[in-house]
């Protein structure tokens, strides 16, 4: 488990954290939610070790997170970033192979773990493939395969994934399937890690949540729980309507629009008068 | 999977049994061309004797040409051409960038610089300083002023801890543009004793090899090439980003400082002694890239072992061209590499491989 204890950071007076309290269980999918600068992406740099200046304590599996040296850190946890851009043209085999970095494990090892990954993602026809040539949806795929064969191992230790808004470039299914293999992971003893832009994509695969609005935790806990309608309206400064599909709650934010056709008619009518 | 993995491997020894037959090839040629004409036959057989594998009768004077102008000077102009091909790619890969080149960060006119300064100030004011240890001073100051120039055309482009490349690439504009300025006045006010033309500096010159020279060259460049190749897995991840790179465990800062203080030591030696070849740093990663593969682990043996081949190939027609005088090196490298870049970028356009 992955426990951040009363994690706070600062820029200069502004405050990016404040106090934030978080587990992050193996087997559990766990969403970040919140408006833009709300401190989620900070909060997930310093969880992954890439910012050491805060206050508070990491644990990760019950040893603290500097006590770790990078590739120990990196054998644990992995994380899938928005977008990647290759410059040079690597082939989607060797981009993935850059997961095994960290591991001390033979060729044929990682081989092994490369083509399972392949198959999992369902990308053995793309393995030799240029990764500058594919679409978005294809590159965030295998940048998913790479993750994933990251922190493919044989311990039984649990591993994280962490990712940073990881759909914000995909269309619907490619969504669904990314998510999809997130969550399939969880089963794998792996504990996930997403900041999610999209409450109803959080609502569908979040086990646990936790909301965020200018540094300070909203909310946290199991997310049938903290789904509700206040704590959503006070994190977004929106007001949301919940409704109940067949045991899965779907948010529809308040879209305004009503009001601004009667402001129209009001003007329409005024310029008449 | 068996198999697969014998395919990688197979392509990796093929790229490096085609280069290295290419270089031994150009070693023969090159050993063979010019004034005096040696036949391979005859190049095996002094080789031979000389290393008293078996006694044979050969040309007195051939042998001297061989061993004391064109051997040294061979082994001079394969040294440099390793250099500049490997930093080149070293460079491109630590910036992600294909535009970069050791020239185009500024080491290369650092380099020339530093160098310039220890001949017109050391030699005219402390000439007693200098004495014996004038060998080492120009590769020493060669070597701060590639490393300054490198690190004050990074600091001008990091922003919020992070290198912008197009800041990066206009500060190195920058940077040598200052160089080349301060190149300009110290070379009008030398006389012809202390420097040699200015195409020396701008242009390269390997006429200018010697064993002794070799003594210096040899060690410094065989350092760097040992230490950057090692650098070849972290570069690959430090080509999806920074951030990525530290994800997968790689010591980002560490691999930044060494791929750059060793890069800045070739390439700075090697403009010590031959002044700026342009072109090779920067074309040799991209023609192993496309006719092989982006992976660091071929791409950086296979760039130095390239940047050899270029480098050898052009000086043969340097040398020959218009003999018994010399064409610039840095003329005919760009000469044989600009229609065969342009060619690739534009069969590596259709295929979007830039």
Known sequence: MIIAKDISKKIGKSVILKDCNLRVKPGCFTAVVGPNGAGKSS?????????????????????????????????????????????????????????????????????KIIEEVLRLTGLTDFKNRLYQTLSGGEKQRVQMA????????????????????????????????????????????VGVLAILHDLNLATQF??????????????????????????????????????????????????????????????TYGHIN | MELNLKLVKGKYAFSFILLTGILLGLLIISLGIGALEITPLEILKIFANHLGIFETPVDNTMELVIFNIRL???????????????????????????????????????????????????ERFFPEILGIARQWF?????????????????????FEGKTKVTYLILAGVAMTSLASAIIGIAIFYADDAQLRTFTFWTLGDLSVATWDKLAILFPITSLSVIVLIILAKPLNAIALGEAEAFHSGVAVEKVKFVAIVFSALAVSTAVAFSGIIGFVGLVVPHIIRMCFNADHTIVLPASAIGGACLLIFADIFARTLVAPAELPIGVITALIGTPFFIYLLITAKKKRLI
């Not at chain 1, 064969?149 to 994934?161: A, G």
Request: a neutral charge; glycine letters at 8%; zero cysteines.
């Open chain 2, 72 to 122: 040294p000077r061979l082994i001079f102009t394969m040294l440099i051409g390793a250099s500049l091909g490997l930093s080149g790619a070293t460079l491109q890969g630590l910036f992600k960038n294909p535009l970069v080149e050791p020239g185009i960060i500024g080491i290369s006119s650092g380099a020339a610089l530093g160098a310039i300064l220890v001949i017109m100030v050391l």
């Open chain 1, 146 to 189: 790479r993750v994933m064969t990251q922190i493919h191992d044989f311990s039984p230790e649990p591993k994280y994934l962490f990712l940073d808004e990881p759909t914000s470039s995909l269309d619907l299914a490619q969504q669904q399937s990314l998510l999809g293999l997130a969550k399939s992971l969880t089963q794998k003893n």
């Open chain 1, 206 to 267: 979040a086990d646990e949540m936790l909301f965020l609005k200018k540094g300070e935790t909203i909310a946290v806990g199991k997310a049938e729980v903290v789904i509700k309608q206040d704590i959503i309206e006070e994190t977004f400064n929106h007001p949301v309507r919940i409704i109940n599909d067949n045991g899965q709650k779907i948010i529809i934010p308040d879209s305004g629009i009503q009001n601004k056709s009667e402001n129209l008619n009001a003007i």
């Open chain 2, 138 to 158: 120009i590769p020493v100051f060669a070597f701060l002023g590639g490393i300054i120039a490198t690190i004050m055309t990074l600091k001008i482009s990091q």
């Open chain 1, 43 to 111: 909060l997930m740099k310093i969880l992954s070790g890439e910012i050491a200046s805060y206050s508070g304590s990491i644990r990760i599996n019950g040893k603290n997170i500097h006590h770790y040296k990078s590739k120990e850190l990196s054998a644990l946890r992995a994380v899938l970033p928005q977008h990647t851009i290759v410059n040079f043209p690597f082939t989607v085999e060797q981009v993935i192979e850059i997961g095994r970095y960290a591991h001390q494990t033979t060729t044929a090892t990682n081989q």
